[in-house]
């Protein structure tokens, strides 16, 4: 039969095994009715979930602050563990990391410990297939062939963890995407009946992880957007360091071939650039501080400015949605003016601006009449407006003031 809620904690006992519970099948514990597990009675009025089964709380966790909190807590409380954990890592660093119940400064003990390392921690080295619940038995095997890591194991008789099951839901080249519930020496072992509840429900906490991914794909592409309309050349970076999405102006950056995109992450030519760039974008991703140093691409023509900078992110994040963002600057050329934006801050004519962008451009006044139709004298008229206009006496001061009018301009429309 399925576990009974509110089952008592039980003595270590490790003859209880079992054969890994397979062949065993459970009733559905997912599904409602009298023999269902619901969150009512799990929670009081006040969880604000009544009613809810397990499969339900986990498709619902990804629409409220602690959704995915409650929903580890159920499933937790379903399974006789003490705790719940969900944890998203990749090949530097833990980019999701919750543990309920957990110490305020659980996160940083578990890098303090190096706990995202299978040498150190026997729950990542004993890891299974996508989907596979691993236990007791599998941690005591893996520690058999490659010891056992003390610190770690302190660590986990302190949180109540040292036993427990668990699986990973998602698995992609350098990440992964796993669910553990944590027994500690009062919970006893784990049963076959409470991996049997905790198997039935890893496809339903999966669509949750997914729904979670497309929403903040959603938010993505919203953001990404954003800067598209602000002609701002920029990418965004998810919490394992791909570049999730670029904007259109980001394009003639990567047409230069200094920069440019392999496995997913953006990398440059020049190798020890490349190494400064990765190092920043680490930190920025990790919400650590970015180094304050200038980016400037080697051999860029024109220079241009790479700036790395973390985005805020949300409480429940398997980081998929946008961690960083880095922007590409270049000092304006004459080329990018816009003669209608000259008009309106210089008090010109549409004409005139266009005459003071390519003036600016640095073409001649026989060049300015030919693209324009118009005659020589026509644009020497138009000159001589335009400078009285702006109160300048020389083409020189001229160009200096509408490049830096498009400066202005470029930057109210950026980041």
């Known amino acids: 039969m399925c576990l009974p809620m509110g089952a008592g904690r039980r003595r270590v006992n490790r003859d209880e095994w079992g054969d890994h519970g397979q062949g065993y099948r459970p009733c559905n514990p997912l599904q409602g009715g009298r023999r269902g597990i619901r969150l009512n009675a799990l929670f009081g009025e006040e969880s604000g979930i009544l009613g809810q089964t397990l499969a339900e709380a986990f498709l ?42 957990a110490p305020l400064d659980y ?50 008789r302190d949180l109540e963890g040292e036993f427990g099951c668990q699986s990973v839901l998602m698995r992609g080249e350098g990440s992964m995407i796993g669910l553990a519930m944590l027994h500690g020496n009062a919970d006893g072992l784990s049963t076959p009946d409470q991996r049997a509840v905790f198997g039935a429900c890893l496809p339903h906490v ?25 002609r701002t050349a920029a990418m965004l970076i998810d919490g394992a360091g791909r570049v999730c999405a670029w904007t259109h102006p980001a394009e003639d950056v990567l047409s230069g071939g200094l920069l440019f995109i392999a ?44 700036e ?19 922007t590409f600057r270049s000092p304006l050329r004459g080329d990018m003016l816009d003669g209608g934006v000259l008009a309106q801050a210089l008090g010109l004519t549409r ?65």
């Open 351 to 415: 004409a005139e601006g266009d005459v003071t962008a390519m003036v600016a451009m640095g073409q001649t006044r026989q060049a300015i009449a030919a693209a324009r139709s118009t005659s020589v004298q026509t644009v020497t008229a138009q000159m001589r407006s335009i400078f009285q206009k702006c109160g300048v006496r020389r083409e020189a001061e001229l160009v200096a003031m509408a490049l830096q009018i498009g400066q202005l301009s470029r930057n109210a429309r950026e980041i």
């Open 206 to 230: 999966l669509a949750g992880v997914r729904l979670q991914n497309a929403i903040d794909h959603q938010g993505t592409e919203l953001l990404r957007g954003s800067l598209d309309m602000m």
């Open 60 to 101: 619902a966790a990804p629409f409220s602050d602690d959704g995915w909190d409650k929903a580890l807590r159920a499933l937790a409380s379903a399974t006789g563990s003490s705790r719940g954990h969900l944890i998203a890592m990749n090949q530097r660093h833990a980019r999701f990391n919750w543990m309920t119940d």
């Open 308 to 326: 790395v900078n973390p985005l805020p992110l949300r409480p429940w994040s398997f980081g998929f949605a946008p961690a960083a963002i880095i």
């Open 263 to 306: 496995d997913g992450q953006l990398q440059a030519a020049h190798s020890g650039f490349d190494t400064m760039l990765q190092r920043v974008v680490g930190a920025a991703i990790a919400s650590q501080p970015v180094p304050l140093q200038d980016l400037w691409v080697p051999h860029a023509s024109p220079p241009l400015l790479v």
């Open 107 to 156: 996160g940083q003990m578990f890098v303090d410990i190096e706990a995202y390392k299978p040498e150190v921690n026997y729950r990542i080295g004993a890891m299974g297939a996508p989907m596979a619940v691993t236990f007791e038995a599998d941690y005591d095997a893996f520690r058999r062939q490659a010891g056992t890591n003390e610190v770690y194991l302190s660590h986990a």
